[in-house]
């Protein structure tokens, strides 16, 4: 598995779990959802509150901390492809900054190939049903590479949310995002524009078949520059930012 990033899961991920959770609400059963990358347990527990009638169980490569606690809503277990396919399968999986490298200066690719990206992920979609959610946040590489990228739709929410922060890669080696931080915020500048599109940067919710979950409200339009700045959400710098960020805090 990837090398995980330093992360405590904090309000980062709230756009991503209540699209998540909006998304399943209308199904007629309660439910079982895998943490991948589960590491202490924290986003156990954090989807326990989005999902609180869901089985939920975990998997880790060090799995010291989460087995010795008591608090955790489900059994964790040490994650490899044999044990979340024994373990499953799964209605919601969610893989949140584990399926990346960082620090931004790492050669992503001569360290965590995107055959070992598609590895991990190809394990997940095995071992998810139909009509499945997969929830990503923090990816190296692009979803869209993907070869079972065809197979899922994306969930959209009313506001435009943003999918993390490390640099992105293509499938053959290229770096096409470049990391740059203004404290608050976390800006990103797309380095190849003619290799990526602003939602490359923003879905982060697939839904497994095309016909499972009708869209959700809209996302905000983007304008295709040939520049972009990430700020929770990809837009021009110039014109959208302002109302973006209104829309990203409200409520």
Request: aromatic share 12%; charged share 20%; proline share 6%.
């Amino acid at each position: 598995m990837a090398q995980q990033v330093t992360s405590t899961k904090t309000n980062r991920y709230a756009g991503l779990m209540t699209l998540a959770s909006n998304a399943w609400v209308t199904k007629p059963r309660p439910a079982r959802i895998l943490s991948f990358g589960c590491s202490r347990g924290d986003e156990m527990t954090t989807i326990a509150t989005y999902f609180p009638d869901a089985e939920i169980v975990g998997c880790d490569i060090d799995l010291d901390i989460a087995q010795a606690r008591t608090d955790l809503p489900g059994a964790v277990f040490f994650s490899t492809p044999e044990a979340i396919a024994e373990n499953g399968p799964y209605d919601i999986i969610f893989g949140l900054s584990v399926l990346c490298l960082h620090p931004s200066d790492i050669a992503v690719p001569d360290v965590f190939s995107f055959g070992d990206f598609e590895k991990l992920v190809q394990s997940l979609h095995d071992n998810l049903n139909d009509q499945g959610l997969l929830c990503l946040y923090n990816l190296s590489y692009l979803f869209r590479d993907l070869p079972f990228a065809d197979e899922y739709k994306v969930v959209q929410g009313e506001r435009v949310t943003e999918n993390g922060f490390v640099p992105k890669w293509t499938a053959d080696g290229r770096k096409i995002s470049e990391e740059y931080k203004i404290w608050p915020f976390r800006w990103q500048y797309a380095l190849q524009p003619d290799l990526i599109s602003p939602t490359d940067f923003t879905d982060s919710v697939y839904c497994k078949t095309d016909s499972a979950v009708a869209q959700i409200d809209v996302k905000l339009p983007l304008n295709n520059s040939s520049r972009w700045v990430e700020c929770g959400m990809i837009t021009s710098k110039a014109a959208v930012i302002p109302t973006a960020m209104r829309r990203m805090f409200k409520g």
